[in-house]
C-alpha cells in the first residue's frame, strides 16, 4: 500500500484528491492538512510514503513546507497547485528546487484524463528515494545564486568548445540552477537549455532562473544568432522544439519526441549536425530516455558530453540511458558538472 497524505486549503479540493486516491487499491490516505505548519506535524506523526502539496496556503505556504520537510523529514512531494501568478509560481519553482519531486495542475471539469494521470504521477513520486535536502536547509538563502565548487576531477578538454547545451526533467529545476549556477559572470559562450515541465506552469520559469544565477535567462526567439548570444542563456520556450540550423535558433512544432515537446533529442541532434560548431552536452536528472540519442550524436561530432550520476539524480532515467548507449563521455555528480562547464568554456 502507498500512504498518501493529502494537503491543501481547500476542503473541496483535498475531498476530490482524497476520492479519486481511494477509487484505487494500491493507495491509501493516512491523513489531510489545510496548511503548512499541520502537514508538517502529520509528517513527523504518519510518515506518509508520499505528500499532495499545494502552494498557496494561509499560515505555512508549501514553499516553506517543502523546505523544511525536505531538510528534517524528507519524503516525496507531489505539488497540486493551480497557482499561475508571477510569486505562486516563483513558490512552485522554488519548492522543486527545495525537493518536491514533480508538479502537476489541479483537477478541470473539463479534463477527463487527469485523474489516471494524478494516480500515475502519485504512483511514481511516492517510489523516488529522497534524502536530506541540504539546499532546503538553507529556506530563503538556498534560493540565492548558487557558488562555484571549485573541485573537478576532470580537466578541460583540449578540444575548446563554442557553445553549451542542457537538458533535464524531473527534478530539472534545481539542477539546473545548481548547474548554471556554477557558471560565473563573462562566460563567453551561448548556453541552450531544455526543460520537461508543464506548459501551464512553464511561463515564469526563465525569469526564476534567471534570479538563481549570475547569467542572463530569457526564453529563446526564432531567428537569434549564436554570435548575439555569448553568456547569455536561452530557455526553450513550452510546447515547441528549439533547435540550432545555420548557427540561427529556430523554433519548431514539429511532432514530440520521446513524447516530449521541448524535446532534448531535437537540440542535441541539431547541434551535433552543425558544421564547425563544438559543443559540450549535459544530460541531467529526468524519466525517460529523451536526450540519450542526441548525445550519442554529440559525443560522435567530437563533442565532449557530460551524464548526471545516479547518487545526485532525482530520477536516473535519461542520464541512465545516454550511458548505455555510449553518448556519455563523462559521469559526474551534480555539483561538478556546472564547474567543469565553466572550466571548458574559458579553455579557448
Sequence with gaps: MIRVLVVDDSLTVRQRLIEILETDREFVVVGQAGDGRRAIELVAQLRPDVITLD?????????????????HQPTPILVVSASFNRGELFDTYGALAAGAVDVLDKPKPDDPGWEARFLATVRL????????????????????????????????????????????STGGPGALATVLGAIGPGFPLPILAILHIDAQFAGAF???LGQQ???PVRLAQDGEHLDQLAGRVRLAPADVHLAVHHRRLRLVASPPRNYCRPSVDVLFESLAAEANLRVAAALLTGMGRDGATGMLAIRRAGGTT??????????????????????AEHELPLGEIGPLLDGLGRAR
Excluded at 502552494?55 to 531538510?71: K, N, R, S
Design 206 to 208: 526563465a525569469e526564476w
Design 55 to 71: 502552494i498557496a496556503m494561509p499560515d505555512m505556504t508549501g514553499l516553506a513546507a517543502t523546505e523544511h520537510i525536505m531538510a
Design 213 to 215: 544565477i549570475r547569467l
Design 306 to 327: 557530460i551524464a548526471q550520476d545516479e547518487a545526485t539524480s532525482v530520477i536516473y532515467g535519461m542520464p541512465r540511458e545516454a550511458v548505455l548507449v555510449g553518448g
Design 125 to 168: 513520486v511516492s517510489k523516488i528515494k529522497v534524502i536530506t535536502h541540504p539546499r532546503a536547509r538553507l529556506g530563503a538563502m538556498g534560493r540565492t545564486r548558487a557558488a562555484s565548487e571549485p573541485d573537478v576531477r576532470l580537466e578541460p578538454s583540449p578540444r575548446g568548445v563554442d557553445l553549451v547545451a542542457v537538458g533535464a
